[in-house]
């Protein structure tokens, strides 16, 4: 690519609403183009950069002998309709065709995994076998505000693997987490292997490859003692399992004027905010619930989703909280007919404190299971400095990352929901045993970016980069440098290294700063020292530059190229 008849755009400013580094380089750079809150446009020397990511998957994924299809993104809403307990739920695209019937943009492929399998699946004989697909999915993002990581329209990598029995699938799970770790070595990204298990004993593995960066949109507890680290919306809280030791006295309604919040309450009467019970009421397909949680913890949306089943959950306004008979910052579970779930802390509390749903009023001293009904415990509150690993019992950091893959064994649970059968040698009928992996494409793009930047702009990886090698001419005026620089241009791209020619009337440093913007790994500037046959040469990853002789120019080039590969 010569710049000069190309489309080749690059900003000085920095893009005001770009709260990511990615973002900002990768607009400055003219790599993207925002249409929208969420929605891009790859240019052509971005969507190069996406092409080689997508490639480096496609390759890793065929020696792992898994077979590429390519499914439509547009399906009936019945294929979703199916699934109750679709995740994806309020976050799906919903369009309606010309004879009134209801279609949906997929945000996941994993029901039309299922049903192509069974086109082929009948007995044993027909497992094992692994199937991926690279293609856009869509999803209604609630905050889709973090440039290419959480876009409405995304590019993925899925994989789905078939097996017979659980031993076949732990093989599968396993050869495709090296596969996922020889792509993100091979992208330049330095991934953290993250547990998204909920339920270490029991639940069934699944694993996020995570990129750590202080601006990601997720959340990832790392035990400062063992290795443990995991996403924090997953991660399982070990209550404290002692009765408080107080006495146990009377419940009491006392006056608590203005005293809304947890800390409010606390001050006001002079207690430790432990001793609060913070009530909420939640609406769940249109019933509501009362949410009870110890202090000031937080309640983990995640778990209380896996509780209840549903996506559908609302917070009901301070109106519709006065309709049913309570007050924001005075709800309580006395005398409710809600159904209760509480925290497992709150089991333990004795001599608590909660709302008397009666405006400025508390109650204290009371103790659940006595003055009040629960009708479920369950892990409830989202891991916080007050928790400890839930393996070792020692201190954890939260830390924030980017997740750019994620890999789950999913058993037999969608074979059994869409029946995705075989009969095994001794002809009973089985569920097929499934595992799903993703790569999110834009996600490794904008993570790339995060990790490999300088004041300067991108610095991509060889392996990704849109052009290895930029040729810079001083001056285009000069048609010996001119001359020379595309016999050299041409001759590189012969041999399979793609180079980029800046033949602008710029001055250099016009062109040296939009080659460092753009990130092209390796610079030759072609300019006064070329009639001693010398050029310059500079890695974009080092300040020194250094004269190479015109003779020798092709060979530093593909050293430097074998050096990184
Ligand atoms: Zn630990």
Redesign the pocket.
């Known amino acids: 690519m010569n710049l000069v008849n190309s489309f080749f755009i690059t900003r000085k400013e920095k893009p005001k609403e770009e709260k990511l580094v990615s973002a900002s380089l990768l607009i400055q750079s003219g790599m993207i183009i925002k249409n929208d809150v969420g929605i891009y446009t790859y240019t052509p020397m971005g969507l190069k950069v996406l092409n080689n990511i997508s490639n480096i998957i496609r390759n890793e994924m065929n020696n792992n002998y898994a077979q590429e299809v390519l499914m439509p993104s547009l399906v009936s809403s019945e294929t979703f309709g199916m699934n109750k307990n679709n995740i994806f739920d309020t976050e799906m695209y919903r369009v309606i065709d010309r004879n009134n019937k209801d279609l949906v943009l997929c945000p996941s492929h994993a029901e039309l995994f299922v049903n192509l399998a069974k086109n082929k699946v009948k007995s044993y004989k027909d497992l094992h076998f692994t199937l991926f697909q690279i293609s856009n999915k869509y999803r209604d993002e609630l905050h889709p505000e973090f440039g290419l990581i959480r876009k409405k329209e995304f590019y993925m990598a899925d994989a789905y693997s078939f097996d017979s029995n659980e031993s076949g699938l732990d093989i599968s799970y396993d050869k495709m987490f090296q596969t996922f770790n020889k792509i993100f070595d091979k992208l330049g990204i330095n991934a953290t292997v993250v547990d998204a298990n909920a339920d270490e004993e029991n639940g069934l593995s699944s694993e996020e490859f995570q990129v750590i960066t202080p601006y990601g949109d997720n959340e990832v507890v790392r ?6 680290t995991a996403n924090r919306e997953t991660v399982v809280c070990k209550n404290i399992t002692k009765l408080d030791t107080e006495r146990v006295s009377k419940m009491k309604l006392v006056k608590t004027p203005n005293s809304k919040t947890v800390k409010e309450v606390s001050d006001y009467l002079k207690i430790h905010t432990d001793k609060i019970i913070k009530s909420l009421i939640i609406k769940v397909d249109d019933i509501y619930k009362m949410i009870l949680l110890r202090g000031e913890s937080q309640l983990n949306i995640y778990k209380l989703r896996k509780l209840v089943g549903s996506k559908r959950i609302e917070i009901p306004s301070e109106d519709e909280l006065e309709k049913i008979g309570t007050y924001a910052g005075y709800i309580g579970p006395i005398d409710t007919t809600m159904e209760v779930l509480a925290d497992s802390e709150v089991k333990y509390m004795i001599d608590g404190v909660c709302g008397a749903n009666k405006k400025d009023y508390h109650y204290i001293n009371v103790i659940p299971g006595r003055d009040f009904r629960v009708n479920k415990y369950y892990d409830l509150k989202l891991f916080d400095d007050n928790s400890v ?1 839930p ?4 201190k ?1 950091e939260i830390i924030k990352g980017i997740e750019i893959g994620q890999i789950f064994k999913l058993g037999n649970k969608y074979s059994q929901e869409y029946g995705l059968k075989y009969t095994d040698e001794a002809n009973y009928v089985n569920y097929v045993q499934m595992g799903s992996y993703n790569i999110g494409i834009d996600r490794c793009l904008g993570a790339i970016v995060e990790q490999n930047y300088d004041e300067k702009g991108i610095i991509w990886p060889l392996s990704v980069a849109p052009f290895k090698v930029c040729i810079v001419i001083a001056n285009v005026n000069d048609q010996f440098s001119f001359r020379y620089a595309y016999k050299l241009y041409d001759k590189l791209n012969s041999m399979g290294i793609e180079t980029l020619i800046d033949d602008r009337k710029e001055t250099i440093g016009t062109k040296f700063a939009d080659m460092d913007l753009i990130g092209i790994p390796i610079r030759i500037t072609v300019g006064y020292k070329l009639k001693d046959n010398e050029v310059e040469l500079k890695l974009r990853t080092e300040e020194e530059t250094r004269f190479i002789s015109t003779s020798n120019i092709i060979n530093e080039v593909v050293d430097i190229i074998e050096y990184n590969n």
Request: glycine share 0%; net charge positive.
């Open positions: 035990c400062t003692n063992c290795t443990y690993c393996r070792c019992k020692n954890c």
